[in-house]
């Protein structure tokens, strides 16, 4: 299965994945600064299930896809390379966008915030292109089911990305008001995201999987 310096590498792509501004951190900081930490949460539920649905939907594909046509891992790490680029990109070019500059957003009963939510990830590309570009960099099929280390990655995922999405809930607030008043820390948020996305997309692009 698995070693621990892999998951460990899987653990700070999905970090950055998380910290890196998109649809669903947006989503939820923008809830909560809206309607309160309760319904920031109960978007976050909605979020994380629609993880769970992207994992089976990339678990299950990447499975088959291994059993009938494995040369193609190579042309996915190599786009999931190009992907990580384009992200860094995203992140330090002018005018990119913070993660705590956040919508306007009306108030909604619980059942929308949780459907929302869940929409909200279930539509977003950046996951599923995660997914579907990092999980071959850490699948082995010489070391069992593919699909189980699928899973164990996708948990890894999870874990890291409702937990940092929890604490961004609990203190969405007060780290809105302390980075607007300070745009260096903006900046610096967004040039530290893109030089690690950058790296990632070097070590992979140049990782020999035999």
């Given at each position: 299965?698995l070693?621990?310096n892999?998951?460990?590498w899987?653990a700070?792509a999905?970090l950055v994945?998380?910290?890196?501004?998109?649809p669903?951190?947006?989503?939820?900081?923008?809830?909560?600064?809206?309607q309160?930490r309760s319904?920031?949460?109960i978007?976050?539920a909605?979020?994380?299930?629609?993880?769970?649905?992207?994992?089976?939907a990339?678990?299950?594909?990447?499975?088959?896809?291994?059993?009938?046509?494995?040369?193609?891992?190579?042309t996915?790490?190599?786009?999931?390379?190009?992907?990580?680029?384009?992200?860094?990109?995203?992140?330090?070019?002018?005018?990119g966008?913070?993660?705590?500059?956040?919508?306007?957003l009306?108030h909604?009963r619980?059942?929308?915030?949780?459907s929302?939510?869940?929409?909200?990830?279930?539509l977003?590309?950046?996951?599923?292109?995660f997914?579907?570009?990092?999980?071959?960099?850490f699948?082995h099929p010489?070391?069992?089911s593919?699909l189980?280390q699928s899973?164990?990655?996708?948990?890894?995922?999870?874990?890291?990305?409702g937990g940092i999405?929890a604490?961004?809930?609990?203190?969405?607030?007060?780290?809105?008001?302390?980075?607007?008043?300070?745009q260096?820390?903006?900046?610096?948020?967004?040039y530290?995201m893109g030089?690690?996305?950058?790296?990632?997309?070097?070590?992979?692009?140049v990782t020999d999987?035999?």
């Open positions: 299965m070693t621990a892999e998951l460990a899987f700070l999905a994945l998380v910290l890196t501004p998109g669903n951190m947006i989503y939820c900081v923008s809830r909560t600064l809206c309160g319904a920031g949460l978007s976050l909605g979020v994380v299930l629609g993880f769970l649905v992207h994992l089976m990339a678990a299950l594909g990447l499975t088959a896809l291994l059993l009938a046509v494995p040369l193609a891992f190579d996915i790490r190599l786009t999931g390379a190009a992907y990580l680029l384009w992200l860094a990109w995203q992140a330090v070019k002018p005018g966008t913070a993660p705590f500059e956040a919508r306007l009306p909604d619980p059942a929308r915030l949780f929302m939510g869940f929409l909200t990830n279930l977003n590309p950046k996951v599923a292109m997914y579907l570009s990092f999980f071959p960099q699948l010489d070391r069992g593919v189980l899973l164990a990655l996708g948990a890894v995922q999870i874990g890291v990305s999405n604490l961004l809930v609990l203190g969405a607030a007060g780290l809105t008001r302390f980075l607007s008043k300070s260096g820390w903006l900046r610096a948020q967004r530290l030089s690690v996305l950058a790296a990632l997309a070097v070590r992979i692009a999987r035999k």
